[in-house]
């Protein structure tokens, strides 16, 4: 409006309002956007300080036969987990909230102008959904691995810093060199291979939806 019914016809009564609209739009989505950033920083922080500590807590009351049975590097990596899910809770379940939100109301206002192109949208994101059912499990077994192998070799890291003095001591400096090494190998082959399987499924995705924007 402003460039074409404005700026154009060199209407000047209508230039002041319009530049004022829009500047009073820019420091509302401004205002809109720090608000929205502080308040889901004030709320990661805190949930992030809640679980630390209740998980802290939780961990003091285990049994010793818990921490027997499992590395240091296992127990370090549920303190990552509890970081992700604060991330999920505040950022990532937050938007997909609004995307849902924003696709009913889409197909809504499809439907109501298109039948025909509603469903052949429906379609797409079924056959999308059926993708996902599928390479879902080989994703969820690599990350799965992934994940075992991390905890593994950040285990025996920490394990061998805190007990470098009996390393030294005990002059078994390769020994423990050629298992983090063996670890750290693991590690890349499970990561390569989870790579393969995410690799193949974002160039299926991509060719799913280069085929429904066509359609």
């Known amino acids: ?8 016809a ?55 036969r818990f921490f027997e049975r499992r590395t240091v590097g296992d127990v370090v990596s549920r303190f990552d987990e509890a970081g992700k899910l604060t991330t999920f809770l505040t950022s990532t379940g937050a938007a997909f909230l609004i995307d849902m939100a924003t696709a009913a109301l889409a197909v809504a206002l499809m439907a109501y102008y298109s039948a025909a192109l509603t469903l052949v949208a429906l379609g797409c994101v079924a056959v ?7 390479i879902t499990p080989y994703l969820d077994r690599g990350l799965r691995r ?19 003095k009996t390393i030294k001591i005990l002059a078994i400096e390769h020994y423990t060199r050629w298992s983090i090494e063996n ?8 990561s390569l291979r989870s790579l393969r399987y995410n690799t193949i499924a974002t160039a299926a995705s991509h060719l799913l ?3 429904s924007t066509i359609a």
Do not use: K
């Open 1 to 8: 409006f402003a460039v074409d019914e404005v700026i154009a």
């Open 209 to 211: 939806s280069v085929c």
């Open 183 to 190: 670890r750290l190998v693991r590690l890349i082959n499970t």
């Open 10 to 64: 060199r209407d000047e009564r209508w230039l002041v309002p319009a530049v004022q609209a829009m500047a009073a739009v820019l420091v509302l989505w401004f205002a809109t956007s720090v608000s929205r950033r502080y308040l889901m920083q004030f709320v990661s922080q805190h949930v992030d300080g809640e679980l630390g500590a209740d998980f802290y807590d939780h961990l003091l009351g285990l049994p010793v």
């Open 128 to 134: 999308e959904m059926a993708h996902l059912l599928v």
């Open 146 to 164: 992934l994940s075992q192998d991390s905890r593994e070799s950040e285990g025996l890291l920490i394990e061998s810093l805190a007990g470098l």
